[in-house]
């Protein structure tokens, strides 16, 4: 299944939305990991190809959770799908709420191509935002209360039979500074492999 061609079939033309245009078997993707948002230049998104600077940080996230894999590929082969939340590239520190709004749809379409899902990991409070307006208006309340990431991290929760976790955002290069979130992303990354093999 090609991920822009199946959404673009629910949800009508993208227009300069970015969406991922990689071919995906929908019955082996058990996890999905939200990003905040797509990188302001569409070469250098997870799926953009080799040397990418969102597959670098998640490559490099992964190996350091104690995964070992050498390409994106590799991440999707073992049944993690990854994807960012926000559609269009931030023109400033905080997402639009317009360019949030639009990205919704997209998002909830995406989710809902992947039958399998065990786990969801959210990459930052966008992503965790996003989804959270997902679930209350499927289910009527959030799935993640609100507070301070590093408090929510180690709590179970539950959107129906998938479990979702809060995390941080896992690119761009505040990781570089800020090496205890880039520490718990791992840990997070190395929860969510061990859930997949239970």
Do not use: C
Request: net charge negative; glycine share 6%.
């Amino acid at each position: 299944m090609r991920i822009r061609q199946a959404l673009e079939a629910q949800l009508g033309p993208a227009g300069q939305l970015q969406i991922s245009d990689i071919d995906v078997d929908p019955a082996s993707v058990q996890a999905i990991l939200i990003n905040e948002v797509v990188p302001a230049d569409p070469a250098q998104d997870f799926y953009a190809g080799e040397g990418s600077e969102y597959a670098e940080s998640a490559i490099a996230l992964f190996r350091r959770a104690g995964v070992q894999l050498d390409s994106m590929a590799d991440i999707l082969h073992m049944g993690i799908y990854l994807t960012n939340a926000a559609k269009t590239p931030k023109s400033a520190y905080a997402i639009d709420p317009a360019r949030i709004e639009e990205s919704l749809p997209w998002l909830s379409a995406e989710r809902s191509l992947f039958p399998h899902v065990q786990v969801i990991l959210l990459m930052g409070d966008v992503a965790k935002k996003m989804v959270n307006t997902l679930a209350k208006r499927q289910t009527g309340r959030n799935v993640i209360p609100s507070g301070a990431t590093y408090k929510l991290r180690h709590t179970p929760y539950h959107w129906g039979e998938i479990r979702v976790m809060p995390s941080y955002v896992m690119t761009g290069g505040t990781l570089l500074i800020e090496k205890s979130k880039a520490a718990m992303i791992t840990e997070d990354i190395a929860a969510m492999a061990e859930l997949l093999r239970q």
